[in-house]
């Protein structure tokens, strides 16, 4: 059974996903971190956009006490999209040529859940090209306004999905799960 790319993203009210860590973190929950370990138990690797990358790669390997989350998060491969670095560490494999096209390959493989994190570029340019079967949007429950500049979905095209699943956290926080609409096109 192919792998699957599933896209899982931080999101203010207002629509923007840049740099949660300066405003996640009062909504964070045991409820959040059960969803979280449960959905990098799913997936067997991560692809990633640079920025992503690079503040993941800065603040993982040397992090401590984040148990088997941790040592799962540092031991799975990582695939990279970026168009400047040539290099990386920290299990990384920095994609060559058309990202969209390396997905495809790596979905053909057998395993758990191609997981993206953060990344708005990298899910974009999936979601134009069809390569997304689901979309974790963890809304939480804060107004940026001028503080935000990366708009979820500021450069994929129109595209309807499907509600499958939300779940709410005590903080606020609801997790709306989707799909791409069945009269959308298929996943490649």
Known sequence: ????????????????????????????????????????????????????????????????????????MNAMPKY??????????????????DVAEAVARLKQGDGGDLLIGGSGQVVDYLTERNLVEEYRLM?????????????????APRRKLTLVDTVRFPTGVMVNTYHPAPDEPAPA
């Open 1 to 72: 059974m192919p792998r699957r790319v599933v896209a899982s993203l931080y999101v203010s009210l207002d629509g923007y996903l840049d740099e949660p860590g300066r405003w996640s973190l009062p909504f964070w929950s045991e409820e959040a971190a059960q969803f979280k370990a449960k959905e990098l138990a799913e997936a067997d690797a991560l692809v990633l956009g640079r920025r992503t990358y690079e503040g993941f790669a800065a603040v993982w390997p040397t992090m401590t006490g984040t148990g088997e989350f941790g040592e799962k």
């Open 80 to 97: 990279v999209a970026s168009r400047t670095l040539h290099e990386a560490s920290w299990n990384a494999t920095i994609i060559i040529g």
């Open 139 to 155: 809304v939480h429950p804060i107004i940026l306004g001028a503080e935000g500049s990366i708009r979820l979905f500021g450069g």
